[in-house]
């Protein structure tokens, strides 16, 4: 099984496929690519099996980039959720001159999504430390561990925002730990797949869809997709707008609903919102990574459905 | 085949009837009876095939009488509706004595309904006349052309507020015509027999239901009710509401909406209703009187319903 | 004071407005009439100060003829709700060579409604009986109270079905008593009077409305009206639906809702209403018969809806 | 008046400003900030009086910083927006040693958002190029403009992916114009004050909220909120779900509507709103930029509002 995931090695979408696999294992092959795009269509084309990839942070949100690929192109199916804790690091080259403490440190490398959520922290112990972008904190954790300080012996005193898995990996030199801004934060990642059958219904599932909103009315039909879903009591446990590009006020909605569509009650909402846009994309039915089961009303179980439509199927051939 | 109907021979009932068949016709026996209860109790029973009964009149609104022994006891269904304009004549009798102007006129007979529909022409035209109730409009009639005048002088001054229909039949004189207060007043009637295979799809289809509402959260559930069909796009073209007997603030709904249950939509929308209050009742689906052609929204059509159901049976195959 | 009321004496109106005045006050009057258009239409033109009128019955649904009358014409309030149990006796006159027990009963008298409530006891107990229509369950006790036996002796074999009240006040010889098919039923009265100011909240109030269905989209406008008491949180505790006359499928709504017009949520859902339906008649909010008080949900409460618009306020005039 | 914008001069947002200042006019000071956050803190603390930030993107969708920024800390108000088209060019330094054809381009900076709207491009016409974050467009055009070619002789073949304006302004050498993946893409920037009172209704406004839902019932608490609008038939022009920073599944939604706060319609649903979700955030009415004019549906007009309020007044002092 071939498995590419945002890399490079040693980023937190590594951190979230070794959950899913042994990475030592040689029967797999882990695959670090530049962009959540080549990921993907490296599993539409078959090059891969499988992708990981980050899809929700719950202090950024939505990453666009993966809303978006997944989105557009090919269908791809999620078949698995995977959480992962978001700590950082601040970490020095592990050499005999480098930063050992953080008045010594000039500039700070990391990917501008790392950056943003530890800059408070920044502001208040190494506001001295002039902000390099990097394209991913890995990348800037690597730029330290392989350098050559004797033709750049700026990197000396340069240190990178990265992830505690990374440093350990690279065996940097840690200046301070959990410098987050926002303690807790997790980053929501997912397993795609060519399309395949479902997994089978655990009781504690969720369904992930791509509605784009027709274009006539937007707002009356985004009530009305609500209002399928409130019917057959589905609950939605993510809602993301994003633009479909065609113009400011065309949205698509990528959406995660409580439930497996081999469940009657998501079927019905489902095939609601598809009669009102057919071009909506089903990405999904799989098991919750919490596993906290579901409540399920009974007027909407599976045996009440089955009931009603024993009831009409008899209506229909005279009986009552 | 055997047809009950609320009598006497002569009520607008019958007329309804004899749009149905010929009553002159051997092969059908025509049977009049006193209540709308026992016209459905003999159809229950297997002693007639089917019973015509008023349904709704556009001044008086629901017949309860209908609405309530239809909800009760042993389904029944409503294959047919019949459309009547309902207008008042007042008759007396065919006698040299009797009167032969509105001021001879000393009392007036007939049914309370009848009575109600006419009382602000009886005001101004024949206000010195006593109003006597009556089982029926028919009945009045019968009363002067059967009468027994040397028993009964009183009856040569008594006229009679009944249909055209039984004037003629009886050869009563006529006093006055279309004394109806409300011009163009109709009463709906319908063709009810035992639970029977429904009557195929026209395109012009009525479904009738009654559909109690749960104990708890009453309010609550009638406008859920009233979703199931908004969000299958399923119009209501009559709603009644009628109390349970259980006590105030008990009650059902008995509802026409536009659509055979045989559509897609329909059955959207009936199953929903069915799972939140599974006593509900399906008195049948059958074409409107009015032939009036529906017009169906592309997205609640059968092909959408039909599409829709086929992707998410491929989804769970595996398919895209 | 003078009070119209449906009558003849002897009637349950006359029982309900008992338990509003004492009836043998000389500073109130109580006129009887034939007719509840009669009974408001004399508070219309000002010959009485107030109407006590039946709207609704536990077993008969609401009764029409009030829920039209009081919708057409001039405006009217309700200012007082009272609750009258229904229990029918069968009596017979008091006279030594009248009937004394239930086989020698050969007709029985009443009205069509209250006949309708006994027929399964009768067809039980009374079979031999013939049916007379009478235009009230108090003429038919009182056409045995005032008889002359000589010129009528069938009125020796005739027996009414009428209220324990009647009988009491007219001396009449009890042969069954609560032979009333459903046992608890209950009939709503209401106290109407000319436009005048409201009584004041109690905690546990009531709201009448009358709501014509705008022309166009009536189910549409059904949903949309359920809607703003939904948005409110105002639970209707009656609704009923009433052909406007002019032809079928045109409704109006008679709706009782739980709230006083004083309070915030009341009038949001009102105006609301009003909006829609400019023609919306208002009559009244008066303290519930039954005491019960509301529980207000905090978001719908007046000091929600007072914070609001203090918010907005400052909001509109550069506060934040 | 002292104006921040997300700098450095060069970046769209300055192409913005220069929409609604001159910024050659000796009265404004226009300064460059490093991110939205101190753009806004500097009006919030009253350095500035007003910034102007980005906020929403045709392709990119919402601009997270800047949404998340006005929605935490004390209260602003947009009092306008401005609309700049998004286009792109490719330009190297203008220096006679410097790239002149797009094969000669070794690396492209630029910042990270920019770099994705044009990754197509450049993967079809300088594939042969490495990528460089870049902290904005304009400090990737500022390097190369005030390049030490001797020092750093690698920026002779660097390019810089920036806006036609900055180029403008810095003399450099396009090699390539509208580079841009999708043509016609539009940011919408907004001018951010303290609160203050509010512009006019012009009849073509838009108004910005920002809703935390509640707690309890999340999914329950949108539909209640787009309940809110649809009631009102009050549109909604844009819609973007936000984590609020306390863990997966917690959102809070910034909102645009079409109207003014002034607009009765408009503040019927934002006290509903408000009264469900009391953290709220006005964020001000001001007019559309592209001034197309509202059509306001009859019902929800201010005279409609206002004959409501009228008749209930009445109402409650006696009136009909």
Known sequence: MRYTFLGPVGTFTEAALSQVIDLADPEHTAIPVSNVETALAQVRSGEADAAMVPIENSVEGGVSATLDAIAEGDQLRIIREVLVPISFVLAAANHPDAATSLSEVKTVATHTHAWAQVRHWADANISQAEYLPSSSTAAAATALANADFTANPELLTQAAVCSPHVVHQLKLNVLANAIEDRVGAVTRFVLVTRPTALPPVTGSDKTSLVIPLPENDRP??????LDYFAVSHVNLSRIESRPTGSG???????????????EARVQDAVTGVYRLSPTTK?????PRADKQRLVVDE????????AARTWVQSLLSGGR
Chains 1, 2, 3, 4 share one sequence.
Not at 220 to 225: C, D, M, Q
Not at 299 to 306: F, P
């Open 220 to 225: 009356g039909a985004l009530l009305e997709i």
């Open 248 to 262: 400011l006020g065309s949205y698509f909605f990528s959406i995660d609903v409580d439930g497996h569509l081999a």
């Open 282 to 286: 089903f990405l999904g039915s799989y």
């Open 299 to 306: 007027i909407v179980s599976d045996n009440a459905y089955a």
